[in-house]
């Protein structure tokens, strides 16, 4: 009973528990799939249609104690509530990379094909390990391997697999190239060293400017801390070819065994391309394993109008490509292609209960005999979608936007006195920093460093910093058509305030500082 003119609230009901099977899917809950899939995509259309900036300059200190807050052993029994929650934890501050002034690492923004491709796979949950687990999808993946093996210009005999990214292909290309050498080596006599004692001649050489991954690769193969020999690159950040020659002749001479060279198109930095055709000849010449990294510059292989930057990779040994970089792929679509699909063998291992070599025998298609991974997503059917609604030039052509803005960007760049521009890339990254006058080297380091800090603290743009000849500097990775030269002149001018304003204030500080 209650008291005249008061109000009795009504009682919070919790939602009714679902049945735990009620949650899998099925031929009898498509509906329910539907309905909650449906509500995940308005969420995220309503974010993208009103993000306004990359992103909000969250701090992991503001984030982390939303996220540890929350009781993952009481679940909320509701999709609304758990979308709401999501958006406090996730879509708000996500890093948006469609934004046309996310400017910062190598994200491009995706294409609606292949977020189809996602949908679907992500759903129907096939494992490309091996036929009985995938079918279709084999086939599938095995035709795009087929299809990129072409387009590199490799012959018949070439293969190869989809893996994880760069990191992974550059990892597995490494080690067939290390079983190659080995086997070499020790070749079929009875005095044979101890692979301890090969593993310790073994050499890789690169560039300066090539992927830290090669590096992360020696030590996960077992090779020495200096396994990597490293190879000075020209004014333009290309490998030297003739340092190059002269690293080689070095470890002939002091009994050491070249497993590969890895040169690579599209630096992560620089966006340049090295001399693939000399580098090829000189490896030819030796015999010695090339590996080209493209996991950047693969978008030239459907460029209508820059495929001759790629000039000389057909003659690779293996080519990394990541088409989540410049094919507009969401994350993860990367594969490593080999000219001949025999070194592919030092991947397998023939496990009873699921690839036993009479699989094999009988030529059943299992994708695991090439993997470094054993249950592995059918990240293919994202760029078969691509190819099958927009078509390779289409791709292509996005690329080819994107790289023309780069050299719109260094143009601009180089004819503002605020900055000081490096190498002109081949791709679609520009590397520069603000040069204040008057004022230290530090101080120029610091002021870069805090303007880049500074942007991403209010969200406004994102852009990257790297080191050249150990001098800080801020770089834009441009994979976006979308983003204008206006875009860029805008962030330009945020850079310059902010790096002038903290360089101003060390100016101050030093004139009002004591002399000593």
Known sequence: MSLPGSTVEAPVTAPRPVPPRAHLLNAGTVADYRRAVVQGIERVAARVAEVDRPG???????????????????????????????????????????????????????????????????????SLDTWDQSAGGTLIERRLVDWTAERIGFGPAADGVFTSGGTQSNLQALLLAREEAYARIVGGGTDRPSRPEVLSRLRIITSTAGHFSVQKAAKLLGLGADAVLTVATDAGRRMRTDELAETLDRCRR??????????TAGTTDFGTIDPLERIAEIC?????????????????????????????????????????????QPVSSSALIVRDRRVLRHATWHADYLNPARMAERRIPNQVDKSLQTTRRFDALKLWLTLRIMGADAVGALFDEVIDLAAAAWRLLADDP???????????????????????????????????????????????????????????????????????????????????????????????????
């Not at 002034?101 to 977020?115: K, M």
């Not at 002091?254 to 040169?263: I, R």
């Open 418 to 516: 605020r900055f000081e521009v490096v190498t002109r890339s081949q791709l679609s990254t520009v590397v520069f920093r603000y040069l204040p006058p008057g004022v230290s080297r530090d101080v120029v380091d610091d002021a870069n460093l805090y303007a880049r800090e500074a942007l991403a603290a209010s969200g406004a743009a994102l852009v990257a910093g790297t080191k050249v000849d150990g001098a800080h500097h801020l770089k834009l990775t441009l994979l976006n058509p979308e983003t204008t030269l206006d875009d860029i002149a805008h962030v330009l001018d945020l850079i310059a305030e902010h790096a002038g304003w903290y360089a101003r204030t060390c100016a101050t500080a030093e004139l009002s500082s004591p002399v000593g």
């Open 284 to 328: 030819t010449a030796v015999g010695v394993w090339l590996h080209v990294d493209a996991a950047y510059g693969c978008g030239l292989l459907v460029s209508p109008t820059r495929r001759h930057l790629l000039t000389g990779i057909e003659r690779a040994d293996s080519v990394t490509v990541d088409y989540h970089k410049s094919f507009f």
């Open 254 to 263: 002091e009994g050491h065994t070249v497993l590969a060279v890895v040169a």
């Open 56 to 126: 909000t300059g969250v701090t992991p200190d503001e984030l982390a104690p939303r996220v540890a807050g929350i009781d993952l052993d009481r679940p909320l029994g509701d999709t609304t509530a758990a979308l709401d929650e999501l958006h406090d934890v996730y879509l708000r501050d996500a890093v948006y990379f469609h934004h046309p002034r996310y400017l910062a690492h190598l994200n491009c923004p995706v294409v609606i094909p292949a977020l189809l491709g996602e949908a679907v796979l992500s759903a129907v949950n096939s």
